[in-house]
Structures are given as structure tokens and as C-alpha cells.
């Protein structure tokens, strides 16, 4: 079974720029006043959820024991169709449950502000796929990766550069094709890639039971998952 490591970070792990210091020291106060009218803290711990075919970014930030969805971002661009990148250069956004550590913020990205999902994960390796450098980023285009405009891409990586330097280990980036209905799936139903989608849903119901993301793991070439826990990060 391999499981998510657990990484704990120090404010001095997270990169920055002069680029990202000034987009955060202009951002923070408006977010910080935001959050706060709505109970939440700048600084919380966050989890994003991503939907490929409405092109939307959710941002999560936690209050309390459960996650509150903060803002909703347009994706103004991803590589492909529906379902999971295979091999470097197929042109496809990944799909499926990662982690961003602070090392993989990039305050000085080509485009603009980034950092990088991680793949291939643990449940990418076990099925031998290949590529690097799938990135959140800003500038609207992509070539594999999620993008968004610069002003949206500045808010979300000022909220998870604030969390990992409050001392949040890592952030869950959840990526689905499209919001895991039965509706949805029943539309899908002919389509090859129905399995891993339904493996997909299963940490998607868990999340939207208890307002955590879920611990992950894999295991026999399935995700799996348990209970939200403080040592094993999603």
C-alpha cells in the first residue's frame, strides 16, 4: 500500500519572489477582510476541488473542523477531454486526488504564479503514466495543466501560500471531469474511463459527507480511502 507522506513544513520551506511577495502584500488585506465577514481565518488550511467539463476551481478553507467553499474560479483553459493524463506529451490534464507541498509552489513561473499538482501520483505510477510539471498556473493557456487568468491564479496562491506558512503540511487538490451526480455518471455510462470514475466518487461522497477531504491511499491500483485524520495529509 502506498500512502501519501507526511510532510511538515516551517514558513522558511515555502518559496517566494519579489512577484509573489507584491501580489500578496496588495492581496491579503481584501482576502483577509473577506474571509473574516465570513467567519473564516487567512492563514486556515484549504483543499481545492477542480471540475473539468464546467471549467471551475473551488476554494475551501477550513473553520472550525469542516471546510467552507470560499470562492468559485473559472478555469479559463485545460488540455484535452474528459479523463486522466496517461504519457508525457498526450496534451491532457491529469485527473485524480494529489497534494501540494511547499516546494512545489513556484512564485516565479513563465506563467505568472503557479505550483505543481505532483503528478504522476502514487495511483499514476502504479499504472506506468508519465509526464511532469502539471501546473495550476495563470496566463489562460495550457499545455496540460489548469489555467486561469492572473488576477484569479494571485488569490488562490496567495490563500495556499498563507496556509502552508501557517503551518498547513500540504493541500489536497481533488481533480474530477465533471461533478460526480448520478445524473452525470448515468450520461457517461458507454464511456472507458466509468471505472476509475467511480473509483473517483468514492472520495468524492466522503468529502462531501463530512466537509474533510479524506485520507488517500492506494492500493492493488485503486485509490482508497479512510476517515480525515492530523497525521496523514490528503
Request: net charge neutral; with cysteine; hydrophobic share 40%.
Amino acid at each position: 500500500m502506498l500512502v501519501w507522506p507526511v510532510s511538515h513544513c516551517l514558513a522558511a520551506d515555502v518559496p517566494t519572489s519579489l512577484r509573489a511577495q507584491r501580489v500578496i502584500e496588495r492581496l491579503a488585506p481584501t482576502v483577509e477582510r473577506t474571509l473574516r465577514a465570513r467567519g473564516l481565518r487567512y492563514g486556515a488550511p484549504i483543499f481545492l476541488r477542480l471540475f473539468k467539463e464546467s471549467k471551475e476551481l473551488e476554494m475551501w478553507v477550513q473553520g472550525g473542523t469542516r471546510f467552507h467553499l470560499f470562492r468559485t474560479y473559472t478555469i479559463c483553459d485545460y488540455s484535452g477531454d474528459l479523463g486522466p493524463k496517461q504519457q508525457a506529451g498526450d496534451r491532457q490534464s491529469p485527473e485524480g486526488f494529489d497534494r501540494v507541498t511547499p516546494e512545489r509552489m513556484n512564485p516565479e513561473s513563465h506563467d505568472h504564479l503557479s505550483f505543481d499538482l505532483g503528478y504522476p501520483n502514487a495511483y499514476d505510477q502504479a499504472y506506468g503514466r508519465t509526464g511532469d510539471a502539471l501546473m495550476i498556473h495563470g496566463n489562460c493557456v495550457s499545455a496540460g495543466c489548469y489555467a486561469l487568468t492572473d488576477a484569479d491564479v494571485e488569490e488562490v496562491y496567495a490563500l495556499a501560500d498563507a496556509a502552508l506558512r501557517h503551518g498547513q503540511p500540504a493541500f489536497a487538490v481533488h481533480v474530477f471531469p465533471f461533478r460526480m451526480s448520478q445524473k452525470n455518471l448515468r450520461r457517461f455510462r458507454h464511456a472507458a474511463w466509468l471505472p476509475f470514475w467511480l473509483n473517483l466518487k468514492e472520495g468524492y461522497d466522503l468529502f462531501v459527507k463530512w466537509r474533510r477531504p479524506p485520507q488517500v491511499m492506494v492500493q492493488d491500483q485503486r485509490y482508497m480511502f479512510a476517515s480525515p485524520g492530523l497525521d496523514v495529509m490528503p
